[in-house]
Structures are given as structure tokens and as C-alpha cells.
């Protein structure tokens, strides 16, 4: 069973530019599409990035296209969100998540995909 630890979050300047990483641990990373979701208050978990077990294909949410990117290490067994042009509705609790999979191009959008989730990383966005 891979356990995810997601960190980077914090209080960010609107138009920053934070990065996001998720360690993984107890798993082979390399067999895993990733992915990551974010939560306001209030609000349904919704999807962000993925990125398949290849590393060479990806998918984005059209609310973060252009702005965000996901990217894989394998050999440092971590996934990563690169987020700029930070805006105000981009706040929120981001969470990485894990899909064993032996598919090595597909990445997967749906929370119920996703088997592992990380606890989360807080995004705050200051003024």
C-alpha cells in the first residue's frame, strides 16, 4: 500500500509561484498514475492534474490550464504541481492521490479513480 504525504502548501502572494510535492512511500511509484485534487470550504473535491505511470501523458482541468503543471520523479518517488499565476479561487486544501495501474499512458480525472490519498496541503493566497 503506497502512503502519500503532500507538502509546499502554505501563504502565497496572488501570482506566485508555489510547488507542490507528494512523497510516496511503500509502494513502487513507478506503477502509479497520479493525480491532484484541491477543496475549498464548501465545496466537492475537485480535480486538478494527472499524470500517468509513464510520466509522458497528462491532463489538466480547464480552470488551471496553461498556469499549473504536474510532473513525476520516480527515482525520488514524488509527484509535484507546479502553480503560477496564482488566482483568487485557487485556494484550498490540495491533495495528491494514487492509482495502481498497469496502463503506462492513461491518466485518470475521477476521484473514485483513485484508491491512496495524501492528507492534504493547505494553499492560501494573500493579497
Known amino acids: 500500500q503506497v502512503q502519500l504525504v503532500e507538502s509546499g502548501g502554505g501563504l502565497v502572494q496572488a501570482g506566485g509561484s508555489p510547488r507542490l510535492s507528494c512523497a510516496a512511500s511503500?509502494?513502487?511509484?513507478?506503477?502509479?498514475?497520479m493525480g491532484w485534487f484541491r477543496q475549498a470550504p464548501g465545496k466537492e473535491r475537485e480535480f486538478v492534474a494527472a499524470?500517468?505511470?509513464?510520466?509522458?501523458?497528462?491532463s489538466y482541468a480547464d480552470s488551471v490550464k496553461g498556469r499549473f503543471a504536474v510532473s513525476r520523479d520516480d527515482a525520488k518517488n514524488t509527484l509535484y504541481l507546479q502553480m503560477s499565476s496564482l488566482k483568487p479561487e485557487d485556494p484550498a486544501v490540495y491533495y495528491c492521490?494514487?492509482?495502481?495501474?498497469?496502463?503506462?499512458?492513461?491518466?485518470?480525472?475521477?476521484?473514485?479513480?483513485?484508491?491512496?490519498w495524501g492528507q492534504g496541503t493547505q494553499v492560501t493566497v494573500s493579497s
Open positions: 492521490a494514487a492509482k495502481l495501474t498497469t496502463r503506462d499512458a492513461v491518466w485518470y480525472v475521477g476521484r473514485g479513480d483513485y484508491a491512496h
Open positions: 511503500g509502494g513502487t511509484f513507478s506503477l502509479y498514475a
Open positions: 499524470i500517468s505511470r509513464s510520466g509522458g501523458s497528462t
